[in-house]
């Protein structure tokens, strides 16, 4: 079983920067295909902000944060990271760290849709105009 444990989330004001951790334990980290970042606010449906192959390293952003977020892992300390800058207040909910391992025979990033098999507990981000 896959643990992942998000810290680095707080209250920010508009335009203000953030950078969210994600460590994966109980798990081997090479044996994690792909990790994301997802958003989610009261009433709305869960959103994909960005992915990370461990791997190949190639990653993926929403249409929403191009530019102003970055998606970056530490393979040796088996983190995944969110740097986010010119935080807007529509940036604002729970943001969750998400895994898929891999399987025998390879493996698949379920990105951007969330059938992860693996998530965090969340780290609430709060954006004020």
């Known amino acids: 079983q896959v643990h992942l444990e998000e810290s680095g989330g707080g209250s920010v004001q508009d335009g203000g920067s953030l950078r969210l951790s994600c460590v994966a334990s109980?798990?081997?980290?090479?044996?994690?295909?792909?990790l994301a970042w997802f958003r989610q606010t009261p009433g709305k449906e869960r959103e994909a902000v960005a992915g990370?192959?461990?791997?190949?390293?190639?990653?993926y952003y929403a249409d929403s944060v191009k530019g102003r977020f970055k998606i970056t892992q530490d393979n040796g300390k088996s983190t995944v990271y969110l740097q986010m800058n010119s935080l807007k207040p529509e940036d604002t909910a729970t943001y969750y760290c998400?895994?898929?391992?891999?399987?025998?025979?390879?493996?698949?990033?379920?990105?951007?849709?969330?059938?992860?098999?693996?998530w965090g507990q969340g780290t609430q981000v709060t954006v004020s105009s």
């Open positions: 998400a895994a898929e391992p891999l399987v025998p025979g390879g493996g698949y990033c379920p990105y951007p849709r969330t059938n992860f098999a693996y």
């Open positions: 109980g798990y081997r980290y090479s044996s994690i295909n792909c």
């Open positions: 990370i192959y461990t791997g190949g390293g190639a990653t």
